[in-house]
Nanobody
């Protein structure tokens, strides 16, 4: 069982990126799915979260620019990032509570994906 994040890269300010995070393994359900980020020298912070029924919430710093969504059939959460700013530069991590066959609910972190926004 794992979460695999992808989609990071280098983009100019004002540009867009779309991050994906797919859960794989013996999973029969996924609760909240969350994106965090951690910039150099800073604490990890919540960026956006989406519940199992699709309700989303965002950090104030990304409201109106980022959109979180999920595809339950693909066990995947997305983060569409528009109007990127240099201060969005960070390693982005996905996190989710996964219901694992034979184990129950467990919290997983994906490996981070680097997002770099140049000015």
């Amino acid at each position: 069982v794992q979460l695999q994040a992808s989609g990071g890269g280098l983009v100019q300010a004002g540009g867009s990126l779309r991050l994906s995070c797919a859960a794989s393994g013996s999973i029969f359900s996924i609760n909240d799915m969350v994106w965090y980020r951690q910039a150099p020298g800073k604490q990890r912070e919540l960026v956006a979260a989406i519940t199992i029924v699709g309700s989303a919430n965002y950090a104030d710093s990304v409201k109106g620019r980022f959109t979180i969504s999920r595809d339950s059939a693909k066990s995947t959460v997305y983060l569409q990032m528009n109007s990127l700013k240099p201060e969005d530069t960070a390693v982005y991590y996905c996190n989710a509570d996964l219901w694992v066959v034979g184990t129950g609910k467990m919290n997983y972190w994906g490996k981070g994906t680097q997002v770099t926004v140049s000015s």
